[in-house]
């Protein structure tokens, strides 16, 4: 092939990103190059969400985009140009997306980006993977190559708490769980490039387990090996689950592990117990303020960000205020909420989905309302005052770097400022908050 360019669109969560970073790497083997071009690529690739109906239809929309574009490259390349869908959509819709956009020639669930390789050996058809084998790309996806200062690192995919409105145990299967010994050499590898804080990903992270030499190695293992490195700054962890805040979990937050940050985003998702009954949870609301409160005797400054649904099959007013109350009770700083989106493959399709949209969006904006109070609060607290902040990047306007607070806030820090040409990225730096809004706060190297 006379271009080996690709171009890649990633969709989603956390572990999309990551999983997008190791197919780079793994056609980088072969020669190939990745452009944001898509005038020069030959290959457009789309690592798709299917959390929600609104994720799942972007990947169709840019896919029109991506039919034209392909036309138009084959005649300018004059080579053959390739479209793939990848991820949780190529698994989700596996049966519909040759339907929807017969331009696509190949199509590989989450567990199978490596099988990449049969298709481009040499396609005379239609290439679809979506069996979901194990957790057998990690043995053949190469090391990446370079790391940002916060590296991510998957430890477990797929899910067996079921809950009914969540499409992950269909998309990424059972809850597999790597081996620790991988996860520990990998995290040596990035941090060996640069990486100064490690995120450890997973549908279900905290449930991560393990069984070798007669031990069984939890995530509470994996932090405590990290916290040995002084080349890392911070480590964090997510998707949390409540069933899965095990004591001796908890007990990482007591401030012995000085990488360990005060914050938790810990997903309620309805803070009513017959609202979360419906959705199969597994635990009540008072099992989780529970959990809050002993993560709050170990760590009196700890912070919470959740995520929330509304408009839940059956949910009625009363099941919502009580979301709402709990919402004010625990003082989330930030929240993802959103509106129930119905997915094919769960149970909670058969539930009557009997509450009008414009009521849905009333108790989206009440919540949102109430958590933005809550942010804007805290955020205004830090004003004046100097905090520790890891510096990630260069923002997205170019004109501060992007940097975090011990609870994830994101902190701006002009580019005007006098000391800016000091800051190397990865480090933790003194900065005092000389302004706030809802969203960001902006300060100064001290």
């Known amino acids: 092939m006379s271009s080996k360019k690709f171009y890649l669109q990633t969709f989603g969560c956390q572990m999309n990103v990551y999983d997008s970073s190791r ?4 056609l980088e083997t072969e020669g190939w190059k990745e452009t944001d071009d898509l005038q020069s690529a030959s290959m457009y690739i789309l690592n798709t969400c299917s959390i929600r109906e609104k994720a799942s239809e972007k990947v169709f929309s840019f896919l029109g985009r991506l039919q034209k574009e392909k036309e138009r490259a084959k005649k300018r390349l004059k080579t053959p140009i390739f479209i793939g869908v990848v991820g ?31 298709f481009l050996k040499g396609p005379t058809e239609k290439f679809i993977k979506t069996n979901l084998p194990s957790l057998e790309k990690f043995d053949v996806l190469p090391k990446i190559k370079k790391t940002p200062a916060s590296a991510q690192i998957t430890i477990q995919e797929g899910c067996d708490h079921n809950c009914t409105y969540c499409v992950v145990p269909f998309t990424r299967g059972r809850e597999i769980s790597r081996p620790f010994t991988d996860i520990i050499n990998e995290i040596n590898h990035v941090v060996s490039l640069g990486a100064k804080e490690i995120v450890l990903l997973g549908q279900n992270v905290n449930g991560y387990q393990f069984k070798a030499d007669n031990k069984i190695y939890r995530i509470y293992d994996i932090i405590k090996n990290i916290a040995k490195n002084p080349k890392v700054s911070r480590v964090r962890y997510v998707s949390a689950h409540p069933l899965e805040m095990t004591d001796d979990l908890i007990s990482l937050y007591d401030g012995s592990i000085k990488c360990m940050l005060p914050h938790l985003h810990l997903p309620l998702q309805a803070g009513s117990n017959r609202t979360l009954k419906r959705m199969n949870r597994g635990y009540t609301k008072e099992d989780y303020f529970k959990i809050v409160e002993k993560l709050k005797i170990v760590s009196p400054d700890i912070k919470f960000s959740t995520d929330l649904i509304v408009g839940f099959p059956g949910e009625s007013e009363e099941e919502f205020l009580e979301t709402l109350e709990m919402v004010k009770q625990i003082n989330f700083i930030t929240s993802f909420s959103f509106i129930y989106s119905a997915r094919d493959h769960t149970p909670a399709l058969k539930l009557a989905d009997d509450i009008d949209y414009s009521t849905k969006l009333d108790r989206l904006n009440r919540l949102q309302s109430a958590l933005t109070k809550i942010q804007t609060n805290f955020n205004l607290g830090q004003k004046n005052t100097k905090i520790t902040v890891f510096i990630e990047d ?16 994101t902190v701006l820090i002009s580019k005007t400022d006098s000391l800016v040409d000091t800051i190397i990225i ?19 190297i001290i």
């Open 23 to 26: 197919l780079v790497a793994l």
């Open 394 to 409: 260069d923002a997205i306007d170019k004109n501060f770097m992007l940097g975090r607070s011990i609870y994830m806030q």
């Open 426 to 444: 990865g480090k933790i730096y003194i900065v005092e908050i000389t302004r706030s809004t809802p969203n960001n706060l902006y300060g100064k």
């Open 88 to 118: 949780c959509v190529a698994k989700d819709q596996s049966d519909n997306i040759f339907k929807r956009a017969p331009y696509v020639d190949f199509v590989l669930d989450s567990q199978s980006y490596h099988k990449i390789f049969d």
